[in-house]
Structures are given as C-alpha cells and as structure tokens.
C-alpha cells in the first residue's frame, strides 16, 4: 500500500511504500483486550493494607468470661467486632502483574497499529529536524496535519533531546522511541504520529 508522507506544513510531500502485511491479516480485538488488560494490571502498584485482628495491638486475654455476665460472648478486644480492632477481610499487599508471552505482545502491536491505519488515524511526518527546543513549532505542525482533535502519540525512530522538549509541553501529546512502542500505548492514544524513518524500520519494531 501506499502511505502519504507529510511535511510539517501539513503538505504531501511524497509516498511511502509499505507492506501491510507484516501487520498481520485482520485486526485480533480479543487479543488487544487481553494485551491492554495486562499492561493496566502490571500499572497496579498493590500496597493498599489494612490490619488484621492479628496485627492490631492489644491483649489476646478474654475480656470477660464466657458465661452469666449478660453479654455477647468476646474472645479478645482486637476482634473486628470491636471498636479499635481488626479490619475483617480487608485488602493486603498482593501483585497484580500478569505474563504474556513476547510473541503474543508483538502480535498486539501489530493489531494495533493495523487498527489506526484502517481507522485513518496514522499520518507519516518526514521528520523532525530541531536544532533547539520549539514547542510552538511543533504545535503548529500538529494543527496543519490536524491532529488537534484529540489525543496524540508520536514515535520517532532515535528521538533527539530538541524534539523531546518541544513535545512535552504539549497538552495531550507524548513521545515515544519507537522501540517502546507497545499496543497499550498505541491504543491509550487517538491519533498516531509516526516518522518515515520509523514506518521504514516497522519491521524490525514489530519483532523487537
């Protein structure tokens, strides 16, 4: 297929051949489900804790004995039932990170970035030539290749520390090398900026 290249001016400057096939056939969404379920869970930090009657201080003596006083029958002042006791079935320290084979997390990202492509939501730039931090610069680039509508993801081949600075300041705009790509991220936002560079070296990202 071919794919428009486009300068900052937002003009088409050239094309771009690609093969869309080493994005796979179709779009796997029970795997993007299973892909971004994983990365949200892996964000889990887990460290919410309450203490137990075990944990609680105090005595573990029977307050009073079991029989003839006309009261509920206690154990020991740290129980749950008590005003200053144990927490019963509260939340503990656990891991919510779960595995997903390597093969399993590139074919995500190939179902993800074949579903911005057939969603018109992936425009090639031919790059970012920055000399110096220029944050209005970039955002005029943005507004002419009309990616102002929403959020935005832009991956860049080697990202320089110029381009990085300029795309930072911007609300609702992150930048990534390309190499970090991963279809959590490619989803999370609306519209996908990528380099030529880039989209000449998907191959080897997507097998990354």
């Known amino acids: ?78 129980s749950p039932l008590w005003r200053g006791g144990g927490n019963a079935f509260g939340p503990k320290v656990r891991d919510y990170s779960q595995e997903m084979p390597v093969r399993m997390r590139r074919e995500a990202l190939k179902s993800a970035l074949l579903s911005k492509i057939l969603d018109k939501q992936f425009k090639v730039i031919d790059g970012f030539n920055y000399d110096k931090p220029t944050t209005k610069r970039f955002a005029k680039a943005l507004k002419a290749l009309g990616l102002t509508n929403g959020t935005c993801l832009i991956a860049v081949h080697q990202p320089t520390e110029a381009v990085v600075k300029s795309v930072r300041n911007v609300d609702k705009c992150r930048i990534i090398p390309a190499r970090n790509m991963n279809a959590y991220e490619v989803l999370k936002y609306k519209n996908l900026l990528i380099t030529k560079e880039t989209v000449e070296h998907l191959a080897e990202v997507v097998k990354a």
């Open 1 to 78: 297929m071919q794919i428009p290249v486009f300068n900052e001016e937002g003009k088409e400057v050239s094309s771009l051949t690609f093969d869309e096939t080493i994005l796979g056939e179709k779009v796997r969404t029970k795997l993007l489900h299973q892909a971004v379920i994983r990365y949200e869970a892996n964000l889990r930090l887990g460290t919410p804790k309450t203490r137990s009657k075990a944990a609680r201080q105090g005595s573990g003596a029977k307050p009073f004995k079991q029989k003839h006083t006309g009261r509920a029958r206690a154990g020991m002042k740290r």
